[in-house]
């Protein structure tokens, strides 16, 4: 089966960074976009960033991510990362990524068909 494994979440002070990593087992992310989305407690799941499977093309939610975070991925790893920097505590989430079913990011929390198990990421002083 194919599935997606998030790594990389921890307890940062506030202005801290992190870099999220997500890799797959069962098949190669390659050919895939792929999205990180992040859920906080008492809110709905929220998109965050996508990448194309080439990188060519890269989207970020801007009243989230503000500048300050960046979505990379080496394929030749078979890793996509989201590197985040200038951490608020209003970045405390469970971070998730997920595969699409396609080559390009498209919509948002649509045609994603696989989601890993989440990593927790806490701001806090």
């Known amino acids: 089966q194919f599935q997606l494994v998030e790594s990389g979440g921890a307890l940062v002070q506030p202005g801290g960074s992190l870099q999220l990593s997500c890799t797959s087992s069962?098949?190669?992310?390659?050919?895939?976009?792929v999205a990180w989305f992040r859920k906080a407690p008492g809110k709905r799941r929220a998109p965050v960033a996508c990448?194309?499977?080439?990188?060519?093309?890269?989207?970020y939610v801007d009243s989230i991510v503000k500048g300050r975070f960046t979505i990379s991925r080496d394929n030749a790893k078979n890793m996509v990362y989201l590197q985040m920097d200038s951490l608020k505590p209003e970045d405390t989430a469970v971070y998730y990524c997920?595969?699409?079913?396609?080559?390009?990011?498209?919509?948002?929390?649509?045609?994603?068909?696989?989601w890993g198990q989440g990593t927790q990421v806490t701001v806090s002083s």
């Open positions: 069962g098949g190669t992310l390659a050919p895939y976009a």
């Open positions: 997920a595969k699409k079913q396609y080559s390009m990011c498209g919509p948002w929390d649509v045609d994603f068909d696989t």
């Open positions: 990448i194309s499977d080439s990188s060519l093309t890269k989207k």
